[in-house]
């Protein structure tokens, strides 16, 4: 091929290259309009279904109030050092608000300290951080959400046996919450042994590999608490392949589309489900609140709800919206 | 019967038409980025993305400084990775002995800061011996493990891409294994608020530490004979054996500074964020080799540049960032990241090509 | 009493394992000659060079440099002695320049403190290789472009240089022509000569007849692992070397014909 149709290719691929990009700006072409307010959403990984619903409810909520919101997160990896950067680069931007789910209670106070410091209110969502930046909080309350998983795990193995559980990583805040309800709840069943918890880093992989582990060492293993999606799809997953689901007991956090389809086999028996949807918008909501002055009465923390979904009531449309979807 | 002789006499001394050279000081400067094409293309990309993010966000101090500091981890390792590449070799291992480094760092300091009660309320009081005792482990495992490196690769013949595929399962294992595959409880706080956080002149005290290492590094490769053998190896390792020179010491050396500088990473890492994240650095080997390739030097060894590498690395690292400014859907991202990627090298082959002719 | 051979190869065997590679040569070479050894495919020629440059030993017969017995047990030791060999692919370092090439292995540092650093003295080393390449004729423009980018008769001269640069007496080459065109050869060969007007001691293995009787002193020829015959080049032709490289020779001989 002659050398100029290589220069020619080349140059339609810049110049597609830098279309896309100018497809991704925004729009600021010369009308005169009231003041639009930017927010950026940063979850924790933008490739989970949590988040992706939690994107949904927030864009709901910034179309009802004519705001622009910015959705960025890294998609391979649930991290303080992937997250902190894409804050960083937000920061810089400089938008009214800041909604941020962060992957680490401690890692994230410095980069969140910046973004307060420099006049951008900060809030929130799902996971918080140990310090006392944000203007609100928007989550689940896990603690009570642990608490109901281990309810809900004793009673399907009849208040007897080993259970464990699976986790993220330490140092989470709402995945911390869980662990500390549901292992005070076991204390009140005699009769359960519990066999400790495993962190699979948010990988579904690593989560499925520790389950075999456990299904191999207790051959009678008799249920597991899967803590997020991510560990929760490698549960279930390892449970299949090695046909036990419906014999050992999974009781869940979340409800991504696999997750639902499981409990509809029979496969795990109850559902922990959030509500991310009400999370994102109620999210933005209270940012625009912030940011037009309406500060009175913003409380600390708001928080929504959970369902505990079983194959019984799955398809009760009350609860359509706990279901997650991309 | 008539003897055939070949000629004896050539007509004239035989010449390349080469232009004279340059004097010295320019040609140096105008060599050191080996790959100037490269150096354009990054201040292009900066260009753009002043122009068009929204109130120019993109060309501030503040991005700056976050766009050098993000990229400080990913330079020092694409260092070491240099003169492995220029060495005709190749250095997988780079994201676990940064990782294994950092926790075995991490741990250090955090059992010799106090006791588990005091260490777990924050509590650090031994921490001015136990910091430099964590940072002088961490850099020991790091060289340990480029020693391992170096030593497999040289003893048993193998090739470096087999060894080092080994050791980055053998470093990740390791890591796991000392940390009960969870994340470290949180390191001394000085240790954080001074390399971690801290900035000396208003850079972050990270892109300090890169900057130094970039600087020994350029020297290094281009002006000692520890550089001189290292192209030589890579260009003709036989011919260099030939030459005297110690190989395989020479190869050993290589691996280990690889290791110490993927151990000085992991100990900036520890101090940027408190501690290890494992799963975050499964693709940094990627990264390291990518910068160096994308910074022009070759994979075949013989040639390598150090200023080349550097800018290679921040050629992603401000695409990603001028995406998260703009606002470019994230799931467009990394493809866009890979596209431009692919333009940049092939317009330096191309470019090489018509200057070889 | 005549002063003795430079180099003196005396009844050398050498067997592997069961195959025989040689078995009694005998060679000797003076400084200021040009002594080419011929024979065909398998003759042992490479072999001999070896033992001489260090890279195998002897199983049986000695060798001496300047009448002493000498055991040369690897090719560093060989060097120290004074012998070079310029290998037929040449043992250069593609991207390295001339002076890089020249210097490999025995860079020259900076003075202290730059010196004990490791800083290269690039300057000396250029100014040393250029000089170099001057004394030998070979017309390179700057030492400090990449060899890789010379030509094949250029690339030989660095590495003619490289052998020849520090104090050897002796240089062993290995087909110097084989990878050349016809200009480039000639070259080489005026190359050889100027190098053996230095008062080196060269030992060439060639296929090359024609070139072997353009350039050569004497000629010794080998076959099946024995040195069958050596002749200074007026006292033999191309055809009677040609015989007895094959072994023709006795056929011709009881023939009838002449020798040489």
Redesign the interface.
Known sequence: MSRRIWHIMSGVVVASLLAFSVAGLPHQLGRAHAKQFTFYLIPGISTDAFYATMHKGAQAAANRLGAKLIFQGDPNNFSAPTQIPILNAAIARHPDAILIAPTDKTALIAPIRNAVNAGIPVITVDTFINANLAVTNVSSDNVLGGVTAGKALARAVRFKGTVAAISVQPGISTTDQRKQGFEQQLKQYPKITYAGIQYCNDKPTIAANETSALLARYSNLAGIFAMNTNSGLGVTKAAQTARRAGQVKLVEFDAEPIQVQALRQGQIVALVAQDPYSIGSMGVNLAYKWVTGKRAGIRKHYGTGEAILTRANINNPALKRFIYTK | ?T????????EE??????P??PPAPLRVALTAFGNFWILFFLLALIA?FTI????H??F?G??FK?IA??TSEVILMAIGETFVIVTAGIDLSVGGILVFSGVAGGLVMIHFSGTVAQTSNLQYPNASVAIPLGIAVGLAAGSGWGLLNGLLVTTLRLPPFIVTLGTLGMTFGAADLLSG???LA?VPTTFQNSLG?GTILGLYAPVIVALIAVIIAF?LLR????G?YT??I???E???R????NVDLHLIKVYALTGFLCGLAGIV?LA????E???????DNLDAIAAVVIGGTSLFG??GTILGTVVGAFIP?VL??G????????????L?VG??II?AV??DQ?RRRRLSK | MSEPALLEARDIEKRFGSVVALRGANFDLNSGEVHALVGDNGAGKSTLIKVISGVLQPDGGELLLEGQPVRIHNPQEARRLGIETVYQDLALAGHLDAAGNLFLGREKLMPPPLGWLGFLDNKAMHRRAAEEMRHLKIGIKSVERPVLTLSGGQRQGVAVARAVAWGTRIVIMDEPTAALGVRESLMVLELIRETRNQGIGIVMISHNLPEVFGVADRITVMRLGQTIASFRRDETSMEAIVRMMTGAEAQYLAAGGSPA
Not at chain 2, 13 to 18: Q, T
Not at chain 2, 52 to 55: C, L, Q, V, Y
Not at chain 2, 277 to 283: I, Q, V
Request: glycine share 8%.
């Open positions: 019967m003897q055939q002789t070949a000629p004896t006499q050539v001394p035989f010449e390349i038409e080469a004279e050279a753009y068009t993010s929204p109130n966000a993109f501030q503040f991005n976050n500091l993000d595959g969870t994340n949180s956080n020297f002006f000692t004979r520890f001189r192209a030589a890579g260009s003709n036989d011919g260099a030939r030459s005297g020179i890492d940027r964020f408190g501690t994240n494992l799963s975050a650095h499964n693709t013989g040639v690292t990603k960032n995406f998260v400014i703009s606002g470019i859907d994230p799931f467009w991202q990394e866009l596209a431009t333009v092939y317009i191309w």
